[in-house]
């Protein structure tokens, strides 16, 4: 069965760095755009970054707060997407989880989640 596999989360101190993975086997990689999201204690889930599938040309957006901070990639051959995150604040403390979804039927796959924290 499909999944979605994160890893890289931890404690950082206040403009440090972390380079968040999410691998997935089974998938048909390059038919799916992916996508970070987080969510803080009490807070909704929001999107960080998302990048579109080759076939649409990969294109990359992010969210106002981590735009020039954060960095999302994927390597198709490795069916990995990743999110480098520098300059961290306080308020980058949350889980993050990265999704997938279909080109074809618009289905989603979400992982189960990294947290990173962010604190001095």
């Known amino acids: 069965q499909a999944q979605l596999v994160e890893s890289g989360g931890g404690l950082v101190q206040p403009g440090g760095s972390l380079r968040l993975s999410c691998a997935a086997p089974?998938?048909?990689?390059?038919?799916?755009?992916m996508s970070w999201y987080r969510q803080a204690p009490g807070k909704e889930r929001e999107l960080v970054a998302a990048?579109?599938?080759?076939?649409?040309?990969?294109?990359?957006n992010y969210a106002g707060s981590v735009q020039g901070r954060f960095t999302i990639s994927r390597d198709n051959a490795k069916n990995t997407v990743f999110l480098q995150m520098n300059s961290l604040k306080v308020e980058d403390t949350a889980v993050y989880y990265c999704?997938?979804?279909?080109?074809?039927?618009?289905?989603?796959?979400w992982g189960q989640g990294t947290q990173v924290t962010v604190s001095s």
């Open positions: 999704k997938a979804r279909s080109i074809w039927n618009n289905r989603d796959y």
């Open positions: 990048i579109a599938p080759p076939p649409a040309g990969g294109s990359t």
């Open positions: 089974g998938f048909t990689f390059s038919t799916y755009s």
